[in-house]
């Protein structure tokens, strides 16, 4: 197929987000407060940096396995691994942060995964095991510990009002499509470009942990999950914020649909490029398109938001476009066209998505539990994935196979959607909710 055609349609997506932005620059009522204008772009630009780091890995983890040589059961049991390690890790680290301070383990972020980069300077299998297990410990804290820091100086620090909060979340989700095309380009040139190699790109990632673990060292306070003398064990905290989510049901839905969606989304990234490839398309193009298409659910999130949607609304409407996708690539899985302008859809649902959870999250899960909670959200979705890795790498199942499988997921996760926004979504915030007073 023609690679002038996917050049018109990522056109496209930016014309439509231009337009989209651009409507929401004319109806937003911005909040002018310099103080939180100054604080959310210091939390910005450290997310970025971070965020930056790991982009930079995602394009050629696989390409560095296979350039040493390994096989894709070996290589898959690295990348189960890295899920595994993450779900069984992930479930005390969150109370290690409410205890010993989230400003503290963000530092200790940076420390373990830029060591899980450094590992990949080597091809012994081992250390690329030892690396996927950091990389796993790594990714349970840069989800749960940033967002939490930020929220606990957000609301308890700086005492903002809750709902500018969703501005934060919607310029995340954002800026996360932006870096993700910069973190593409940029490890493109290092490794084809001048010619460095598969390794190239971690390289470079280690240089942006570096420079974010500095300014968070000197820039960030330290907060915990509650006043310090407080907060139990990390051990203990684990637990208790387990019997938290069972005991309040609209924290434990919160939970059921982020791991229900995010699982879909994980196991996506492993089928859109063997599902598009018959078709010969340029991957950087078509990345590069679903990044903007993230951008373009963003842009969707804050018109709708200012125009009083509530994000638990919202949250349906991804969810019900995360189900179409799927379920259209099911269907079509034989015409990788279609399911290329499916997945479309699918990354609008994202960029709906991240912004809307992020805000909710923030609305209902307790803040002496947070880093926890959050953590205990991703225990399922990183067993679900790795589950599904293991199935795709055992030649038992299909491709259609695993959408079908991820369609019934995606409404499961429309009824627990709905479930929370008839009985708890009624957090309606107008434009004018957005704005200080005076």
Not at 2 to 20: C, D, K, R, S, T
Not at 107 to 113: D, G, K, Q, W
Not at 244 to 252: A, D, G, K, S, T
Not at 289 to 296: D, E, I, N, R
Request: hydrophobic share 50%.
């Amino acid at each position: 197929m023609a690679h002038y055609l996917f050049h018109g349609i990522l056109g496209f997506f930016l014309v439509a987000y231009a337009m989209i932005a651009w409507l929401v620059s004319k109806e937003k009522l911005n909040i002018t407060n310099p103080s939180f204008k100054r604080f959310q772009q210091s939390y910005l630009s450290i997310y970025s940096m971070v965020i930056m780091s790991d982009w930079l890995q995602g394009p050629y983890l696989y390409e560095l396995y296979s350039y040493y040589q390994y096989g894709e059961s070996r290589i898959a049991a690295l990348y189960v691994a890295g899920f595994v390690s993450s779900a069984v890790v992930g479930t005390f680290t969150g109370g290690l942060a409410d205890r010993l301070g989230r400003k503290r383990l963000a530092l200790v972020f940076c420390v373990l995964y830029s060591l899980s980069c450094f590992t990949k300077r080597y091809a012994a299998y081992a250390l690329l095991m030892v690396g996927r297990v950091l990389g796993g410990i790594s990714t349970s804290l840069l989800f749960s510990v940033f967002e939490s820091w930020y929220i606990h100086e957000h609301v308890h620090t700086f005492d903002y009002p809750s709902e500018w909060m969703a501005d934060t979340f919607s310029k995340s989700t954002l800026l996360n499509g932006i870096v993700a095309v910069v973190a593409g380009i940029i490890s493109h040139v290092f490794a084809e470009t001048l010619k460095f190699g598969p390794v190239s790109p971690f390289m470079v990632a280690i240089v942006f942990l570096v420079v974010s673990g500095v300014v968070i060292h000197f820039v960030w306070t330290e907060n915990y999950g509650a006043d310090n003398d407080k907060v139990v064990e990390p051990s203990i905290n684990c637990m208790e914020s387990l019997r938290y989510i069972f005991r309040h049901p609209h924290v434990l839905l919160i939970g059921l649909i982020q791991s229900l969606f995010e699982s879909c989304m994980y196991i996506f990234v492993f089928l859109w490029t063997p599902v598009v490839k018959p078709i010969n398309p340029p991957l950087g193009i078509i990345f590069a398109t679903f990044m903007v298409a993230v951008m373009v659910g963003s842009a969707l999130f804050d018109r709708l938001f200012n125009n009083g949607q509530p994000a638990a609304s919202i949250l349906l409407i991804a969810l019900g476009l995360m189900f179409s996708s799927l379920a259209i690539s099911s269907v079509f899985i034989s015409y990788p066209f279609i399911c290329f302008c499916s997945f479309l859809i699918l990354e609008i649902a994202c960029g709906l998505y991240f912004p809307s959870i992020g805000y909710l999250r923030g609305q209902h899960v307790p803040e002496e539990y947070r880093s926890a909670i959050m953590n205990w959200f991703r225990v399922p979705l990183n067993l679900a994935v790795a589950a599904v890795l293991l199935l795709m790498f055992s030649s038992q199942s299909s491709s259609r196979m695993i959408f079908v499988l991820c369609t019934g997921l995606a409404a499961v996760g429309i009824l627990c959607a709905t479930h929370f926004s008839r009985r708890y979504g009624g957090d309606k915030k107008s434009a004018t909710s957005l704005t200080e007073s005076a």
